[in-house]
Structures are given as C-alpha cells and as structure tokens.
C-alpha cells in the first residue's frame, strides 16, 4: 500500500485525469441506465463531484476536498484556476463569430437578456440569504447564469471558497431544471424550429443543460441550442467580474 500510495503522490495530475475520466464514465453510465439520457452524464458527475469533495473535507477536516488525501492531491492542480480557465479559453477559440449572424438579433438579445435576468435573479437571491457584500452577490449572480461563470467570476473578484463552491450549486441546479424541464415545455413554446432553439439556447444558458434539454425533445435542435448557449458562456465570463460586478458594488458597496 505504501508504494501505490508514492507512487500515486508522484503522478498526482495523471492520477487526478484517470479518477476524473472514471468518474465521467460512471456518470455516463448513471445516465444512460437511469435516466435514458434526459439527465446528461455531465450533471451527474458534477453532482458525484460535489459529493465526493464534501466527504473528503469531512473526513480529513480539510478544506480541499478529497485533494486534502496525499495521493488524490493532484485533484487540487486539475481543478484550480490555471486549468479551468484554460479549458475555458480553449472552448472560446472553437467558436466561429459568425455563426451568431444566424440567429439574427433575436439571438444576440436572449443572451444578453439570459446573462442578466440570471445574475440579477441569482444575486437577489444571495442577498436574501444574507450575502450581502458585492463579490458575495457577483459570485453567486454569476453561478446562476452557469455553473462555470460562478468560478471564473468568484476568483476575479476574491470571493470566498464557499461562496464559490454555492455558485457552483447554483449552476448545477439550473442545469438540471433546464434539462428535465426542456421537454416538458418545448410544445407550451413553441420549441419546435433552429431558430427558437436558438433562442432558447441565448436565454437559458446553461450548455449542458440547453444540450440534454433539447436532445430528449428533438435531437434535431441541439447543435443550434448548444450554439447560442456557448456563447452565452463566454459573454458571462466577460461581464460577470467586470461590467456587472463593478455595477452591483455601486449599489451595494464593498
């Protein structure tokens, strides 16, 4: 036990990718045996994830998840900002700007309508439950809109570990909600054509969701929904720390 435990401390990222990678499969297994893919894996994972890092931290009374066990302390590399935000970045780069064009201004406007309706929802819900300072309310504002701006935004602004960890909360919920919802109001709206899809898309958001929403009503409509909601993505990471922060300190204070 002793060499397995070296040598897993020595390799500790390519330990991290290979518990990850396992992880993912066992989400994608969960989903496909359970929920017939109207639950997409990556929720799931997301959820084990949350899960995992709780009973790490309790277990070891850290503070870093099931990275405070010597050989799982790779985990804290794979998951920190250097990595996440790359990731990042390196989705923005796949995305070609004109393909926004075929949205038309419709599409445009639900994202920028989708960006700030979640935040302004999310951080009045923050304030309510007593976070009140603006990187609290930013953070939280920001997960609402998905789970990957809460982060990006947390860390610009000097959030909280836990503040962080709520936003992170926040963006899973919406995600799960928007795909078990999708299909059950796709016929109330209209959701049957690219270009509501695209709407659709620009409003909720959330890429994993939008996508496992939108292939258990019409798989058909899922490269045009996941279109708009990557670029909702990247619109938030751009004005969650800056623009929208710098607005809700006016108004709040520090």
């Keep these: 036990m002793d060499v397995f435990a070296s040598v897993f401390e020595d390799n500790g990222l390519l330990v991290a990718f290979a518990l990850i990678g396992a992880l993912m499969l066992f989400s994608g297994w969960l989903s496909k045996t359970l929920t ?3 639950l997409q894996g990556s929720a799931i994972a997301i959820l084990l994830g949350l899960i995992l890092a709780y009973w790490g931290g309790a277990v070891t009374g850290g503070e870093d998840g099931l990275a405070d066990f010597a050989a799982l302390s790779g985990l804290s590399l794979m998951g920190g900002a250097m990595l996440r935000d790359f990731a990042i970045v390196s989705t923005a ?3 070609d700007l004109r393909e926004i064009k075929r949205a038309g201004p419709a599409g445009a406007l639900s994202i920028l309508l989708g960006v700030l309706v979640s935040f302004a929802a999310g951080s009045v819900i923050a304030a309510a439950f007593g976070y009140t300072d603006a990187a609290s309310m930013a953070t939280i504002g920001a997960g609402a809109a998905t789970y990957i701006v ?3 935004t947390g860390t610009a602004v000097g959030a909280s570990s836990e503040v962080i960890a709520l936003s992170v909360a926040a963006g899973l919920v ?3 909600v928007v795909m078990v919802g999708t299909p059950l109001i796709a016929p109330l709206i209209g959701l049957n054509n690219p270009k509501a ?3 659709f898309g620009g409003l909720m958001g959330t890429t994993s969701g ?3 929403g939108l292939a258990a009503t019409d798989k058909r409509l899922v490269p045009y929904g996941a279109m708009t909601a ?3 993505t990247g619109v938030g990471c751009l004005l969650g720390p800056s623009l929208l922060y710098v607005t809700l300190r006016a108004l709040v204070g520090g």
């Design 36 to 38: 017939r893919g109207r």
């Design 93 to 95: 780069y796949g995305v």
């Design 150 to 152: 809460g982060p990006v």
């Design 174 to 176: 919406k995600s799960v």
């Design 197 to 199: 899809a695209m709407a």
């Design 210 to 212: 939008v996508a496992g």
């Design 230 to 232: 990557t670029f909702y």
